[in-house]
């Protein structure tokens, strides 16, 4: 297992672009988050490279890795702790010559036990299921149920649960064994964006 996902805790994914950004995720780091990924979809290319340089810094100063969405150039550029892949973000293996051994390189698995098993074998270093709730962010993802999280329980690797979670349902996720839950809208959309944290975070302490 990576040595820097040795544990369990809130994974909060970013909602940008959005003016206060940094803001947020200083706000949501002080509220206790465990990993943060860099997550934006448009074609901004110097706007994205100054925020998540600026994000690297925030995350180091609470020894908290950052994770890039969807860009290994990115990731390699501000010095990031690693990439997330989706379905059609790139081959793993091609990730991990550019970024090294020592990077995170995590991988969205959807509703399957079978790609998850895919993955890890290829060298993974968190998989991560969902949606497993109804989902603002991606209303028509597909569903993955907390079974899949008792089956993928050998695989030997962290597993990151995503898609509608709230701290009213995460409970559910972390007593079937998941070590993280990530979350976008349940933390920066929310007024409060430290408290949000904090009580994803107290789940974990229960």
């Known amino acids: 297992m990576h040595a820097r996902l040795q544990g369990h805790g809130l994974y909060v994914i970013t909602d940008g672009p959005r003016p206060d950004l940094l803001e947020v995720v200083a706000q949501a780091l002080a509220g206790g988050v465990r990993l943060l990924q860099y997550r934006d979809k448009t074609g901004d290319t110097a706007r994205r490279l100054a925020e998540a340089q600026a994000i690297q810094v925030l995350c180091a100063a609470h020894e ?21 892949l989706g379905e059609d973000d790139g081959e793993l293996l091609a990730a991990r010559a550019v970024l090294g051994a020592q990077a995170i390189i995590g991988v969205s698995c959807y509703d399957s036990l079978e790609r998850a098993r895919q993955l ?4 993974a270093d968190y998989i991560a299921f969902g949606a497993f709730f109804p989902s603002p962010t991606k209303p028509h993802a597909r569903r993955a149920s907390t ?11 962290p597993r990151v649960a995503i898609g509608g979670i709230t701290p009213e349902n995460g409970g559910l996720l972390i007593d079937a064994g998941v070590e993280y839950l ?23 302490t229960r």
Not at 65 to 78: R, Y
Not at 120 to 123: E, L, N, R, S, T
């Open 120 to 123: 890890v074998a290829a060298g």
């Open 147 to 157: 079974e899949l999280l008792r089956q993928s329980a050998t695989l030997g690797v």
């Open 64 to 84: 908290v890795p950052l994770i890039v969405n969807d860009d290994v150039a990115l990731a390699l550029a501000v010095g990031a702790a690693g990439v997330h």
């Open 182 to 204: 990530a979350v976008i809208s349940a933390v920066f959309s929310d007024p409060d964006v430290r408290g949000a944290a904090a009580r994803f975070a107290h789940l974990f």
